[in-house]
């Protein structure tokens, strides 16, 4: 079975323009968060979404937004790029009916560059 | 929330047994303990999850005393290939929250 994927990979943008990141869960998983991880740092906690309603929001200011499709695949948008938010944005899926977080498979991510 | 704590590195020899210790003192009755593993330029991986005396499985093994303030994941012979970043999180068992809380975890370096 396919895990899940990201794309794209790589992605270089320029300070104030925005980024859309998408993410397909495992097959059959209803919940897919989103974490950022910046360069030395664990992930940090950004979205979560399960049967396509936000169930948890970590502290991130209103510039990031996400939405989960009927498919479960997700989006995380960014609005007006700051240097900061060059990181590794993460997606994680998790199996379906489990709102808990213990088990929870991992992409390989999006390396985001802001220029 | 438990908050965590571990040591930032820890350096080994291939063949070695490794263990990696986390401190939880404010853990409650209803937290897990739970450990995952990120290599570089990959997202983390979930590794063992328990919640008292000792569980095993074929990648590690994770002992958790009666007071459950502290855990230790053990890494049988290890080799190059574990090196890796290991993350200890608390975690509440059947919550909603949807998230996972990471700290700086502990950076392993396994060398020849």
């Known amino acids: 079975d396919a895990g899940v994927t990201q794309s794209p990979t790589h992605l270089i943008k320029t300070r104030g323009q925005h980024v859309t990141l998408r993410c397909s869960p495992i097959?059959?998983?209803?919940?897919v968060s989103w974490y950022q991880q910046v360069l030395g740092q664990g992930p940090q906690f950004i979205f979560q979404?399960?049967?396509?309603?936000?169930?948890g929001r970590g502290n991130f200011p209103d510039r990031f937004s996400a939405r989960q499709f009927p498919n479960y695949s997700s989006e995380l948008n960014v609005n007006a790029l700051l240097l900061g938010d060059s990181a590794l944005y993460l997606c994680?899926?998790?199996?379906?009916?489990?709102?808990?977080?213990?088990?929870?498979?991992f992409g390989p991510g999006t390396r985001l560059t802001v220029t | 929330l438990a908050k965590t704590t571990q040591p930032i590195s820890m350096d080994s020899y291939e063949g070695q047994e490794v263990n990696i210790t986390c401190s939880h003192n404010?853990?409650?009755?209803?937290?897990?303990i739970t450990w995952y593993q990120q290599f570089p330029s990959q997202g983390p991986r979930f590794i063992i999850q328990?919640?008292?005396t000792k569980v095993t499985n074929e990648v590690a093994s994770l002992f958790i005393p009666a007071d459950r303030k502290s855990s230790t994941l053990s890494l049988p012979r290890v080799s190059l290939s574990d090196t890796a970043v290991y993350y200890c999180?608390?975690?509440?068992?059947?919550?909603?929250?949807?998230?996972?809380?990471f700290g700086k975890g502990t950076k392993l370096s396994v060398k020849p």
């Open positions: 097959s059959g998983h209803k919940s």
């Open positions: 999180l608390v975690l509440n068992y059947g919550g909603s929250q949807g998230n996972l809380i």
């Open positions: 328990g919640y008292k």
């Open positions: 994680a899926s998790s199996f379906p009916g489990q709102g808990s977080s213990y088990e929870q498979y």
């Open positions: 979404y399960y049967e396509k309603e936000e169930r």
């Open positions: 404010n853990i409650a009755t209803n937290d897990y």
